[in-house]
């Protein structure tokens, strides 16, 4: 996979532009996409997918939804805490690997 060409195309996507586009420091713009790529990556969904999956699910009753947006979240969690494995072969990102200058998860700053 081509990363670059994967988070170009992240950044293009209709619902990725306009939420980036409210984004004002380049800095905090580009910690943004890193995130939100590796959650596309993990769900495997473009960010106008995800989205729309969460309004299909707001449209239900309410005893009949899914709460969708909220699982994937949870399960992205679960799954940098746990399973994510860095660059350097370690397991999991724990509260004490942050970067010390920005605060930043390793995660944001590998790509």
């Not at 010390?100 to 995660?107: D, K, L, Y």
Request: charged letters at 35%.
């Amino acid at each position: 996979m081509n990363v670059s060409k994967e988070i170009t195309r992240v950044k293009a996507d209709p619902a990725a532009k306009k939420w980036l586009g409210t984004t004002v420091k380049r800095l905090t713009r580009n910690t943004y996409v890193a995130s939100l790529f590796k959650f596309v990556e993990f769900t495997k969904m473009t960010p106008s997918q995800l989205i729309d999956e969460a309004i299909e699910d707001m449209k239900r009753e309410p005893r009949e939804r899914r709460d969708a947006a909220v699982s994937r979240l949870i399960s992205f969690y679960n799954y940098l805490k746990n399973d994510y494995v860095s660059r350097d072969g370690k397991r999991g990102m724990s509260d004490e690997r942050h970067d010390s200058h920005h605060g930043r998860p390793v995660i944001l700053r590998q790509l």
